[in-house]
């Protein structure tokens, strides 16, 4: 198993206009072709003006069949297009869980979208 971050700096004042487009239209498009949304945040301290979601995956190459999924559907295409603007800065991180980790076993009581 493994979790990807993603952290997003969307411009200033266009947070809350930026999440509840994304809640309105991206979540439904995302969550069926990615799977396991494990978390989507916004930051209240530190770097502002953020959104970071993970999403989990069995290994790279699930996540690379998602992702080519995701971005061969018309409609993620479309709401990027006109929603997209409003980000800044984009990262991306791959996490790998320690030995120790439930996510280390693939506990499905982790996965909320099975």
Known sequence: MIVEERIYTIQIGKLAE????????????????????????????????QVVHLWA???????????????????????????GNLVLKQENKILIPAPFSPWANDDPSLDMAR
């Open 57 to 83: 995956y069995k290994d790279l190459n699930e996540r690379a069949e998602r992702r080519k999924s995701l971005w061969a559907n018309e409609a993620w295409c479309n709401y990027i297009k006109h929603g």
């Open 18 to 49: 930026y999440v509840g487009r994304y809640e309105k239209e991206g979540l439904a498009i995302q969550v069926p072709i990615l799977g396991r949304l494990v978390g989507y945040f916004t930051t209240d301290i530190g770097e502002l003006n």
